[in-house]
């Protein structure tokens, strides 16, 4: 019972224009925002109930001049998440490789953690204009050993999937300790 009063920060990392507010916003619900100007982030909190056990997540939405922050500042977005979420667009390959770089800086920052990460290809609604398949998404996820899944935050596909599945991570990881 006292577990799932514990707060995991869930943080959305990926290039600009993948996705991530329209992700986190699905989630956002009729909540004031949290929002610290300075660090150009949003926070919203959000509850979900995944196999009959609720589990509050705060998901931090990075903005564009957050991701420029060194990893050694300890406001670094690489180092306040409990949890992350890598998101790509498929119609952008460029966003597919910076993915990459993201989960090895994580893995340098966050060494000795083992931390939940799912790798995201955001907008699969956008079939005409696809560059990443699903099995380049697949591969580069065993690669970087993380969980994968496509998602469109437009069309809200596979988004409760997402977050449920960090759910479902972050206890995993609860479990083992
Ligand atoms: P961020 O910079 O990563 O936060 O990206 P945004 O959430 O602001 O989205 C950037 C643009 O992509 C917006 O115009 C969104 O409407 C669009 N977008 C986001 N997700 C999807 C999706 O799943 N499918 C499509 N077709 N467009 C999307
Ligand atoms: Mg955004």
Redesign the pocket.
């Known amino acids: 019972e006292g577990a799932s009063n514990i707060l995991f920060k869930v943080v959305l990392l990926?290039?600009?224009?993948?996705?991530?507010?329209?992700?986190a916003a699905i989630f956002r619900e009729d909540q004031e925002k949290e929002s610290s100007e300075h660090q150009q982030q949003e926070v919203y909190e959000c509850t979900l109930t995944v196999d009959g056990e609720d589990t509050t997540l705060l998901v931090v939405?990075t903005g564009e001049s957050e991701a420029q922050k060194p990893n050694g500042s300890c406001d670094s977005p690489m180092r306040l998440g409990n949890a992350y979420i890598i998101?790509y667009s498929v119609t952008d390959r460029a966003s597919f490789e910076s993915a990459s770089e993201l989960r090895i800086q994580l893995r340098r920052t966050r060494q000795a953690e083992n931390i939940p990460i799912i790798l995201v290809g955001?907008?699969?609604?956008?079939v005409r204009s696809r560059e990443v398949s699903v099995e380049e998404g697949r591969a580069c996820a065993v690669v970087f050993d993380c969980k994968f899944i496509e998602?469109?935050?437009?069309?809200q596909l596979n988004v409760q999937e997402l977050f449920e599945g960090m759910v479902r991570q972050i206890r995993l990881r609860r479990e083992g300790t």
């Open positions: 990926g290039d600009p224009g993948v996705g991530k507010s329209c992700l939405d998101v955001n907008k699969a609604d956008l998602t469109s935050a437009v069309l």
